[in-house]
């Protein structure tokens, strides 16, 4: 498309003759302000044929800047979520992060949509409305972690330490699985589960959560 572009803008009309051999020499012209009337026509349309060329270069100059930022976008879309979230500084959506280190840090609404969470450590981190979606948290370090109103659907946060972690209104819809997960103190209030699944942690379901004083088991309405 931009080498289109560039074509079709380097191929501007050439400049067509303004002037003619006059047919009848022998003619007298009118004059105004000491030019004959032809030279008056001839200066007004080299002048409109000047803004005219003007205003075509400068439409070419701005498709082509539009194609190239177009271009770099789509040839890197790692660009279009640079920043992962409103408190984050690095690209976290859709990157494998196996092992990293976010413990402490807040990262609220940060974007990690199927991202490779393994192992990593969120220790203490604020993940308010933050997105796993369809990301891989086996054995990731989420204790006393604010998980509030995070989105786990899809998710695999099997094998992961959320001990005393704060879940409060997190989404875990579809297969999302905590299958061998430390959910001890843990506070699910409010966290829509399958069936299987809150049968499963009601089995394991243990301790209070420190933040809000809630049994565990008590937020997830076991028996």
């Known amino acids: 498309m931009a080498l289109l572009n560039v074509s079709l803008c380097s191929k501007l009309p050439p400049k067509p003759p303004l002037s003619s051999p006059n047919p009848h020499p022998s003619r007298q012209h009118l004059s105004l302000s000491g030019y004959s009337a032809p030279q008056v026509v001839k200066n007004h349309l080299e002048a409109s044929r000047n803004v005219v060329l003007s205003l075509g270069d400068s439409v070419c100059k701005a498709s082509l800047i539009a194609l190239l930022s177009a271009s770099l976008f789509v040839a890197n879309p790692a660009l279009a979520f640079k920043g992962g979230g409103p408190y984050g500084s690095e690209v976290t959506r859709g990157q494998d992060l196996t092992g990293k280190d976010f413990s402490g840090k807040t990262l609220i609404k940060q974007d990690f949509k199927t991202s490779i969470l393994r ?33 786990f659907s899809l998710a695999n946060v099997t094998k992961a330490n959320l001990s005393n972690a704060l879940l409060e209104g997190a989404l875990a819809t579809g297969n999302t699985s905590f299958k061998g997960s430390n959910i001890t103190g843990a506070d699910f209030t409010d966290v829509p589960l399958r069936e299987d699944q809150r049968e499963y942690l009601c089995k394991i379901a243990d301790g209070v959560n420190p933040t809000t004083g809630n049994p565990t088991r008590e937020t997830l309405l076991c028996n």
């Open 119 to 151: 192992q990593t450590n969120f220790r203490g981190a604020k993940l308010l409305g933050a997105s796993f979606f369809d990301a891989d948290l086996t054995g990731a370090d989420l204790s006393d972690a604010d998980l509030r109103g995070v989105d």
